[in-house]
């Protein structure tokens, strides 16, 4: 109970909780708890992974099964050859990836500029960039449909193009503001010492900057790439081609056609990679929501 | 904003400057300067390039994705196209949008799953807070537990909640059955569609709140509880007079952020009912807006609508501005 003596007093006093009835009850809500959350929040990622296990007739069955009683792992093959998982899964892989690397690239030189090298307009730059957050996003959606239909100046259709989801990746204000912030806090003294010695912008980007960044460009990172996996309205509309959709999108589309527990088995497929994701870089993303709830 | 200009392009070479006058921001040279003018000008003008110059892609993407939509949004909600031909018809999109009953039904439809969506997306996430910050044990475990919703794709979470409301087979009904309750028609029925959209939408979005209200209770200072409990106050007293005050503005953060976000939802009601549910009743704005757009390539009434969903959100971005600037320095 080393743990308690360091913790700050909240709600409940410690000395309310050391008395025997404290205690009692203390471990009956954790434990209550523990079970609710456990049955609500892990239940149904049990139910899919089980269920993608079981057969088409044990799926629907009344009352359902706790658990697969002829497990069947074989549905997992199926699911991922009807649906064509594969390609579904390297294509949303690509859209993730690629988006990354826009916004790494872009984003990241947009904020350096705006926080060290300072140009003239600099603020209203961020200004009309921060007021595209309070802008609802679906508002926007028709008309950035159109801009992709025939990209103005170029006259290009990006539809069924990957650009069409790695160009408006990098419109995320938010980076921009949370990495300009980040850089605003990095000292002079280690830039000039740079400048001293003859390094050019891009250099004391690369070789200073951006290795005391990598805390926030983690949560950059891992946000841009968990985005464009959980998006689907977008990528539903600018991809429609069946090559070129993505796994939520595609996997939708192909719900119907195929039996339950294949389904259920395409979907246990494509929350592996977010899961995975989460659980490595679960304190980089809980850091990255504190960092930047509140100051939108 | 203290950090002064420091990185600038130095000029390699013979063309360095003097040292002594790196130091200086290039608008704070004096009148007077005389030949230092020439340097300081050309510096200036060497370090707006390079710095636009890594802004450029940035721009281009906003001004093409951001910027240009925005414009294009008003424009659009006062034009029509009709058989090819684009001309301006004032008023006539938003007419029209407001002569169409789903208009009504729609708005009513949001104005219910933000109010629903309020009730168990608002509250729901606070009290799950208010009690996971009392507990010493497996805090780690309790809060990946929460968030995980948040990180699946919303397609697998919604279509397994799908499969868990099928009135037949589903998991809920037969829980229900299980325990002796009357099962419900879910997405089925008129009265129960848009709850088990909500109730869906919260298990799926809840992690979010309840790590930034954890993150604002330990902010409490310990000692505003002592001193409320030296007054003898109870456990709920402590809740109201503590808990809440100090917890307002994100309170009121959240409140807002959260009416903006579920005003525009799409993506549950779509997959769960096809977007307009059963007569109707899970029709919501947003869906709205893309039936016109991609279902009766009406873009002028998509716009119009639009827009005035974008009118309704703006009173509640300003209120969450002004609220923001409170809690900021």
């Known amino acids: 109970m080393a743990t308690t003596d360091l913790r700050p007093r909240t709600l409940i006093s410690p000395a309310q909780l050391n008395r025997p009835r404290g205690r009692f009850l203390y471990w009956t809500v954790l434990a209550l708890v523990l079970a609710v959350f456990t049955l609500v929040f892990l239940g149904p990622l049990y139910w899919m992974i089980t269920g993608g296990l079981k057969t088409t007739h044990e799926i629907i069955q009344s009352p359902p099964t706790l658990y697969p009683h002829h497990p069947r792992p074989a549905e997992y093959g199926k699911a991922w050859s009807d649906l064509g998982l594969g390609r579904l899964l390297i294509n949303t892989l690509y859209y993730a990836f690629g988006a990354l690397a826009f916004q790494l690239v872009l984003d990241v030189s947009a904020a350096f500029a705006l926080s060290k090298l300072r140009p003239v307009l600099g603020k209203a730059v961020l200004g009309m960039m921060l007021a595209t957050l309070m802008i609802p996003a679906t508002v926007l959606v028709v008309p950035q449909y159109l801009t992709v239909l025939d990209v103005p100046l170029i006259h290009r259709n990006l539809l069924n193009s990957p650009w069409a989801i790695w160009l408006p990746s990098v419109t995320n204000a938010f980076n921009i503001f949370l990495l300009k912030r980040f850089f605003d806090s990095i000292p002079r003294e280690l830039l000039e010492a740079a400048e001293i010695d003859g390094a050019g912008p891009l250099r004391t980007l690369w070789a200073v900057i951006l290795p005391i960044s990598r805390p926030i460009l983690g949560v950059v990172s891992i946000f841009a790439v968990v985005n464009v996996w959980k998006d689907f309205l977008w990528p539903m509309l600018t991809e429609p081609d069946p090559g070129k959709r993505t796994l939520g999108v595609g996997i939708y589309a192909l719900s119907t056609g195929v039996t339950e527990n294949e389904v259920i088995a395409a979907l246990a497929i494509a929350s592996v990679p977010t899961v995975v994701i989460f659980l490595f870089f679960q304190r980089n993303i809980m850091a990255g929501l504190s960092a930047g709830s509140l100051k939108g | ?329």
């Open chain 2, 1 to 329: 904003m203290t950090t002064p200009a420091a990185s600038r392009s130095v000029p390699h070479g013979p063309a360095l400057p003097p040292a002594g006058h790196g130091t200086r921001a290039p608008g704070e040279l004096a009148p007077g300067a005389g030949r230092r003018d020439r340097g300081a000008l050309r510096r200036s003008i060497r370090r707006n390039l390079t710095a636009y110059a890594f802004l450029v892609g940035a721009l281009l993407c906003f001004a093409l994705f951001s910027w240009f939509p925005m414009v294009r949004e008003v424009i659009l909600a006062f034009q029509r196209t009709h058989r090819g031909t684009t001309t301006w018809a004032g008023w006539h999109n938003l007419r029209q949008i407001t002569a169409d009953p789903a208009f009504w039904q729609a708005w009513r439809n949001t104005a219910q799953f933000t109010g629903y969506a309020l009730v168990l997306g608002f509250a729901v996430p606070f009290v799950v807070a208010v009690v996971l910050n009392e507990l010493r044990h497996f805090q780690g475990y309790l809060r990946i537990l929460v968030y995980l919703p948040v990180m699946l794709p919303p397609v697998a979470s919604v279509l397994l909640f799908k499969y868990f409301y099928d009135p037949g087979y589903g998991l809920f009904n037969e829980i229900l059955h299980a325990l002796h309750l009357p099962t419900s028609q879910w997405l089925q029925s008129t009265h129960t569609a848009m709850l088990s959209v909500v109730i869906a939408s919260t298990w799926m979005n809840m992690g979010g709140a309840t790590l930034i209200y954890l993150a604002a209770l330990q902010g409490i200072p310990g000692e505003l509880y002592e001193a409320v409990e030296l007054d003898g106050a109870g456990l709920l007293r402590r809740v109201w007079h503590v808990t809440i005050p100090q917890t307002r503005l994100v309170l009121s953060l959240l409140l807002l952020m959260q009416i903006i976000s579920t005003m525009q939802v799409f993506t549950e009601p779509y997959l769960l009912t096809g977007g307009a549910g059963p007569q109707g009743s899970t029709t919501t704005v947003v869906y709205l807006i893309y039936q016109y757009a991609f279902n009766f390539d009406n873009y002028g009434a998509a716009a119009a609508l639009g827009l005035v969903l974008l009118i309704v959100l703006a009173v509640f971005s300003g209120i969450y501005v002004r609220l923001n600037r409170e809690t900021g320095e």
